[in-house]
């Protein structure tokens, strides 16, 4: 099971999988605007996503647990 967490600071501007999705490691999952730049989370390894923890429009803190892999 893997965590992902914000790389950074900011607003959740999109959420590309949904729980039940199967990535692969280095697939995008999600973008954060901080800065006004569009910063792209990246799977860590490969797996099925269990849990989603942000929407569209969240504000999240650096390290915050954003997706759940397993």
Sequence with gaps: M???VAPLAGKILAVLVEPGSKVDEDDELAV???L??????YAP???TVKEIKVKVGDSV???ALM???E
Excluded: C
């Design 67 to 69: 997706l759940v892999l």
């Design 61 to 63: 803190e650096d390290g």
């Design 2 to 4: 893997a965590d992902v």
């Design 36 to 41: 006004k730049m569009e910063n792209h989370v």
């Design 45 to 47: 390894s490969a797996g």
């Design 32 to 34: 954060i605007e901080a």
